[in-house]
């Protein structure tokens, strides 16, 4: 049985993929740096997005040979624009920088590691770092906590001028 659109859309994967592909097309080599699903997953999203007619295979000639892209067809635009409109391009590009953000951090921890590695002898201090990270955590719950509590509050508010103006 064909696969459906809707069943096309709910694969893992699938949404990372349709907001990576560039308007011009992208590479696969491309695609499969930008997202964060394995290369046998995009080759499979990229292969039933053409079944289910959202995307497309062009190739390209280019004065080193031929290569080959992948694009949105118009009904996947129709797709990407809706994605667009409801903030799930941006928040994929932030998630996305976030992502690099994040890798290029560890990078730089294992590079700090390997040329002063800690020293994990001392208990004491051990004990100290532990208190530390438990009190971040702490601050940080409650900073949350607090937050959701003020959006509550500015929330009763409106509903209480509201229902005055009535």
């Keep these: 049985m064909p696969l459906s ?3 096309y859309l709910s694969r893992k ?5 349709l907001c990576a592909i560039s308007p011009s097309g992208s590479q696969f080599e491309e695609l499969v740096t930008e997202v964060s699903i394995s290369r046998p997953t995009v080759s499979q999203r990229l292969t039933e ?3 289910v007619s959202l995307l497309h295979r062009k190739a390209v000639t280019r004065p080193n040979g031929t290569t080959h892209l992948h694009a949105l067809t118009p009904r996947g635009a129709t797709i990407r624009v809706r994605l667009f409109e409801q903030g799930t391009v941006l928040s994929y590009r932030q998630y996305n ?3 690099k953000e994040f890798n290029k951090s560890i990078s730089e921890f294992h590079n700090s590691v390997d040329e002063h590695p800690p020293d ?9 770092n532990l208190k530390t990270i438990l009190q971040r955590d702490n601050i940080s719950v409650d900073n949350e906590q607090a937050d959701v509590e003020t959006e509550e509050d500015d929330s009763e508010q409106e509903d209480d001028a509201d229902n005055s103006e009535e």
């Design 5 to 7: 659109t809707s069943e």
């Design 13 to 17: 994967g699938t949404i990372e993929v």
């Design 49 to 51: 997005g053409q079944e």
């Design 97 to 99: 920088q976030a992502r």
């Design 120 to 128: 994990l002898s001392d208990e004491r201090a051990n004990e100290q």
